[in-house]
């Protein structure tokens, strides 16, 4: 993606011009075939819209998405068609977005007949063996979604992703709904089968525990913006943003489920109508000083990999302040 930009009319006032919101504001980003891509963020830093973005479920306002050599913005017919096939989206909530009224195998084969792939005999088969695949049974075809389970429904919804042999796969919260016991054993079949198939994962989360164990790389977002970008694995052990390391320090610790005694993040984010200027960050940040009151940082490489949009990220590492375990 490059210079990704949408806007939408916010509430707009009797008198005087609408609010503009700048839900993604100039996103550059490279996901590379068969990694699996994290975007994180608060509810409401646009990363919802990012991903609907990418796969070009709405519009962007500027910039361009180039999958395959293409870019995708101008596909349209045929071409379009095949892209719905090759990205398909797992939604947060699975029982609202299945039609309640059908059966699971109606549900996971809708795909095949929109898109007109196989007999009706195949599509059966077709069905049965996707849901062998998410670990439910061929017989549950006949079943109706609110007879299962959240974790089920959610297993439910990962086949019916899987129905056209997608490339992409993209995960809008795909567990967040479901219990802590349950997120697990999802967010693990969703691994598996992204392995099995060779697909490109791209998963949105607000919480980085959820994906701490599958991301090879992370996004994270504050405000429509990226502030810090990396290998999964590096980032965790060391955030170089403020934000991260803030994300971080809420994620509970596994063995006492108590809470990293320093949660840095306080307060809500700020109105995305009229974002602070300067870093967007700065009226939360601990470390704020002058300059980012009033200059915007940008993105820039502060080691092989990772990208930080953060006036003092070099000093804030170096001198350990953020990205040190005895900090968190
Ligand atoms: Fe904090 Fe300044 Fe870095 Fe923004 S630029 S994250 S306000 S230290
Ligand atoms: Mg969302």
């Known amino acids: 993606a490059r210079g990704l930009t949408r806007r939408f009319v916010a509430n707009k006032p009797l008198f005087g011009a609408a609010s503009i919101v700048q839900a993604v504001n100039g996103i550059d980003l490279d996901i590379a075939e068969g990694e699996t891509f994290a975007i994180v963020g608060e509810s409401g830093c646009g990363k919802s819209t990012l991903a609907r973005l990418l796969s070009h479920l709405i519009e962007a306002s500027e910039g361009s ?10 596909l349209s017919g045929k071409a379009l068609r095949d892209l719905r096939r090759e ?4 939604f947060q909530d699975p029982f609202s977005s299945l039609n309640p009224r059908m059966t699971v195998g109606a549900l996971v084969g809708e795909p095949l007949r929109i898109h007109k ?3 009706p005999s195949e599509r059966r088969a077709k069905v ?5 695949k998410v670990g439910l049974r061929p017989e ?3 079943r109706y979604p609110h007879e299962f389970s959240g974790g089920q429904r959610q297993r ?3 086949a019916r992703a899987l129905a056209t042999g997608p490339r992409v796969v993209i995960g809008d919260e795909p567990v967040s709904a479901l219990d802590v016991s349950i997120q697990a054993q999802v967010v693990n079949i969703l691994e598996d089968l992204k392995d099995e198939f060779g697909l490109t994962l791209i998963i949105i989360a607000h919480d980085l525990a959820v994906i701490r164990h599958i991301a090879d790389r992370v996004a994270v977002m504050y405000l429509g913006e990226i502030v810090e970008l990396g290998d999964a694995a590096e980032l965790f052990a060391a955030p170089g943003h403020p934000y991260t390391e803030a994300l971080l320090s809420a994620i509970p610790i596994p063995a006492t489920g108590a809470r990293k005694v320093q949660t840095k993040i306080e307060g809500d984010p700020p109105n995305p109508i009229s974002p602070p200027p300067g870093c967007r960050f700065h009226t939360r940040c601990p470390y704020a000083e002058d300059q980012c009151r009033t200059e915007r940082p940008v993105m820039r490489e502060i080691a092989q990999g ?7 990220a070099e000093r804030l590492t170096l001198e350990g302040i ?5 900090t968190r």
């Open 65 to 74: 998405v180039i999958y395959d050599g293409r870019d995708i913005s101008i």
């Open 128 to 132: 049965a063996e996707l849901l062998r």
């Open 87 to 90: 990205m398909q989206f797992i």
């Open 117 to 119: 792939i196989g007999t």
């Open 140 to 142: 549950h075809a006949d």
């Open 156 to 158: 439910i919804g990962i």
């Open 322 to 326: 953020v990205g040190t375990e005895k």
């Open 306 to 312: 990772r990208q930080v949009a953060c006036h003092l």
